[in-house]
């Protein structure tokens, strides 16, 4: 297990190269740089020089990138991951303070996507055809259809303005820093626009995993035995349904990751997917690709994950 | 009465003719149809999204420069349908913006940008992924490794956020960076897809026949693989038009898209948000055609999947 993860952690490396190589260039090689907004008719020339050796954009872009790659994977130093055009606070720090409000936002919808679309998968399978199976069905096929930035802006403004309910912002209220209950209270809207996409496609793949098992000999010997249809179905064939389920929490965190972007920026939640919205406006280059480093790893960690708890869930399979 | 041992006499009845079978011999894509036109919600699909397609070319049409010009005099203004004081049409069934525009040519206007935006975007998803994908699985080997590298290196990148980065960077805006920055990140589905295709077409008879008669690997690909690779190449594009159109109105959304006067559906419900109190249907429109296009979507892409490849079910 150990030798088959380190594996896959190297298996990685070039593929996080890629993703800064191509990052980088579509980012360095755009029109126009970040010195653009400091190009104003009084500032003296040999200001602006002294600008762009501060920022190393006098250099030629393959050396560029190198310092870059190269101090980048220094990540115990503060200065690794470059400092941000705008405050010049160094941009793993910044990361390091917007990543737990992400985290937060990520794993609560997460769990509440578990939470209610798996029961809502093992009813429509266990009764397929039925009532609750086509409403489920169906919800899940509207969920699936609505963008989750459209969502959050209904949520918002139906939760928020016109119920008042909810917060319409943040993720604490003045006067009120940390205190769970406040926290839990602005992060209803933000969790259920992210989530609302994925309990619809979750629910359809529970349903489909548990009807597969629900078929198979060893679940009409359980009947046949004269076990009851409970212990049937959660002991024997909830069981063996959830193993392929297992895989999706790691292949969803990354979606969840990108989503955030924009369930952030729509609820203005002080995370890293709002930093990295924000520094897309203001050009502040180093955040961006920070961001973008960010997603890759994410994607990285959770495609392994997945196929780690997979083996794990269902001793067959054997790692190589 | 028939004697044992002779055989009665029988004369050609019903029975005979439905052994018979005197069907017509029907064609794949005679058969695709009949499958299709048997898929209620696929059908229901097919015709909300042409319905759409020709509302956004007849509404701007009929109602010329209204979806941008802001009246001063209507803002705000209820619904009208009438004819002008000038004697041109006034056509508003859904009342005018809080700049006076009027909503409905608006929001055909921003339709028919969201859908030639998705078209567009996915005629590069579909080039992108076809190219790729048919290399990669026609060759296999060194060269499949390599683009399929290639492919997971774009799949780690986040999808939404890249784009953003490249709409916003590489020229805000312009419709053409956005079909570009979605098209470059969006095709790895389709050259998946593709690519498992052409792994399997590769090792049938017919395509070693090809190659045993010196066909070249390029009329391999083109003439004798690609069609009958077709049917997830079509149920791609389909959802392609779809991811397409939800990511231009979430660029437009946060400002990096299209903005004012151009109409699309994701700079209306920005625009909606500052009026919500005088207006909240304003929200509401842009939300339910989005919505409706990308269901219909859905169900077209799965109703052209169960028609054209029956054995994926």
């Not at chain 1, 088959?4 to 029109?31: D, K, N, W």
């Not at chain 1, 604490?172 to 626009?193: A, C, K, M, Y």
């Not at chain 2, 077409?201 to 190659?211: F, M």
């Amino acid at each position: 297990m150990a030798g088959y993860v380190a594996r896959r952690l190297l298996q990685a490396v070039p593929i996080l190269i890629g993703v800064a190589v191509i990052s980088f260039s579509l980012i360095y090689l755009a029109p126009g740089d970040p010195i653009d907004r400091f190009r104003t008719p009084t500032i003296r020339p040999e200001q602006l020089q002294g600008l762009i050796r501060l920022y190393g954009l006098d250099k030629p872009l393959p050396e560029q990138f190198w310092s870059w790659l190269t101090t980048y994977v220094q990540v115990w130093r503060p200065e690794a991951w470059g400092y941000s055009f705008l405050d010049g606070q160094p941009v793993l720090f910044k990361i390091a303070d917007r990543l737990p409000a992400t985290l937060l936002l990520g794993a609560s919808a997460l769990a509440l996507t578990v939470v209610v679309a798996i029961p809502l998968g093992i009813l429509a399978a266990v009764r397929q055809y039925s009532v609750a199976d086509r409403l489920i069905s169906s919800l899940a096929t509207i969920g699936y259809a609505i963008p989750s930035f459209l969502l959050g802006l209904y949520l918002l403004f139906f939760g928020g303005v016109v119920l008042g309910w909810f917060p319409l912002f943040g993720m604490e209220s003045f006067g009120r820093e940390g205190d769970p209950l406040d926290i839990g209270w602005h992060l209803v809207l933000p969790v259920t626009s992210l989530a609302v996409q994925q309990i619809a496609g979750w629910s359809r793949y529970v349903r489909a995993a548990m009807l597969e098992v629900l078929h198979q000999d060893f679940v009409r010997t359980a009947h046949a035995k004269g076990l009851p249809a409970r212990r049937v179905t959660f002991k024997h064939a909830l069981r063996n349904a959830l193993i392929p389920v297992i895989t999706l929490i790691g292949l969803t965190i990354p979606s969840l990751l990108a989503g955030a972007a924009i369930t952030e920026a729509i609820f203005t939640w002080p995370g890293v997917g709002l930093m990295g919205v924000d520094a897309v406006a203001q050009r502040d280059y180093p955040v961006v690709l920070a961001f973008v480093m960010i997603g890759g790893i994410g994607v990285v960690l959770g495609n392994l994950l997945a196929d780690v708890a997979y083996a794990v869930a269902d001793p067959r399979i054997k790692l190589g | 009465m028939a004697q044992l041992g002779t055989v009665a006499p029988r004369t050609f009845d019903e029975a005979d003719a439905d052994a018979l079978d005197l069907t017509p011999v029907r064609t794949y894509w005679q058969l695709a149809r009949r499958r299709f036109l048997r898929n209620r919600l696929a059908v229901v699909g097919l015709v909300v999204l042409a319905m759409l397609i020709v509302a956004s070319l007849v509404i701007p049409a009929m109602t010329g420069d209204a979806w941008r010009t802001a009246l001063l005099a209507k803002v705000n203004a209820p619904p009208e349908v009438g004819v002008n004081a000038d004697g041109s049409l006034a056509f508003a069934p859904l009342g005018y913006s809080d700049i006076g525009q009027n909503v409905l040519a608006r929001l055909a206007k921003a339709t028919g940008t969201s859908l030639s935006i998705g078209f567009a975007a996915v005629v590069i998803i579909v080039g992108l992924g076809v190219s790729i994908g048919s290399v990669a699985g026609y060759f296999g080997g060194w060269v499949d490794n390599v683009l399929m590298r290639f492919v997971d290196i774009v799949l780690s990148l986040p999808g939404l956020f890249i784009i953003l980065a490249l709409v916003s960077f590489w020229g805000g805006g312009s419709i053409w960076v956005i079909i570009v920055a979605i098209g470059i990140t969006s095709w790895t589905l389709a050259a998946r897809l593709v690519r498992a295709e052409f792994l399997r077409l590769r090792e049938v008879d017919y395509v070693h026949a090809a190659r045993a008669l010196g066909a070249s690997p390029f009329r391999i690909m083109l003439r004798h693989m690609l069609p009958p690779a077709m049917a997830p190449i079509i149920v791609a594009a389909t959802l392609g038009v779809a991811d397409s159109v939800v990511i231009e109105a979430a660029l437009s959304f946060l400002g990096f898209g299209i903005s004012q006067p151009e109409a699309s559906l994701g700079n209306m419900l920005t625009e909606a948000r500052t009026y919500f109190f005088r207006n909240p249907m304003l929200v509401v429109w842009p939300g339910l055609v989005l919505v409706a296009i990308v269901m219909s979507a859905s169900f077209l892409g799965d109703g052209l999947r169960d028609a054209l490849d029956p054995r994926q079910r």
